[in-house]
């Protein structure tokens, strides 16, 4: 990254971590995806029954083979043999995680996390349930405000998701939202997460790095 633009992105980064701490989360922030592995792993305990969202981000950052590591009593929601009956159990097992993770759509300089969500069980978890969440996400995340969270999620994250699940939806085709009415819509629940009443249950890793969607 040009040093000019790093210094810029620090900037943005300082300011988003100030409001995130405003707004009762402990924000970090790493240099490197394996610094962030090293630090989720700092966070975990052996044993911990943990769940996730779908995320490329943990995949990219080696979290999700940390978790597969027999380590931890890991609820496994993305396995392609289960049945709905089986993969919403899981689902509501998450519930009662001692740790969630996941990433974000987007996380705005005022401090707050925006996530849309097509079953919405990532966005429940988020909000209600494990005693922590752990959100990793890269620098490409942080927007300046809510209307720009929603416009990224518009035009790059609800398509490259589209795209990357096999979607039959108008925005794998013409990537960009036309607020579809397609059964197969991946974008039906947004949640924008403010000010928490538990200061240390909610924890947000910032890579400085490209990341996810």
Do not use: W
Request: charged share 25%; net charge positive; glycine share 6%.
């Amino acid at each position: 990254m040009n040093e000019f633009v790093n210094e810029v992105m620090i900037k943005r980064v300082e300011r988003t971590m100030k409001a995130l701490e405003a707004h009762c989360m402990n924000p970090m922030f790493v240099k490197t995806r394996e610094e962030a592995l090293m630090l989720v792993k700092s966070m975990l305990s052996e044993g911990d029954k943990i769940g996730v969202g779908g995320s490329v981000t943990l995949n990219e950052v080696g979290i999700m083979q940390e978790l597969q590591s027999g380590k931890y009593d890991f609820i496994a929601t993305q396995e392609a043999n289960l049945t709905n009956e089986e993969r919403h159990s899981r689902y509501r097992e998450c519930f009662m995680a001692d740790v969630y993770l996941s990433s974000a759509n987007a996380i705005t300089e005022d401090g707050f996390l925006y996530n849309v969500d097509g079953r919405s069980n990532r966005v429940a978890a988020l909000l209600y349930g494990p005693n922590k969440v752990i959100i990793v996400a890269g620098v490409n995340k942080i927007v300046r405000d809510l209307d720009a969270a929603i416009k990224r999620n518009r035009e790059v994250a609800a398509p490259a998701n589209a795209l990357r699940l096999n979607k039959k939806t108008p925005c794998a085709k013409t990537l960009r939202c036309s607020d579809c009415k397609s059964l197969e819509r991946i974008c039906r629940n947004y949640v924008l997460m403010g000010p928490q009443g538990f200061k240390d249950r909610v924890h947000v890793i910032l890579v400085n790095e490209h990341l996810g969607f």
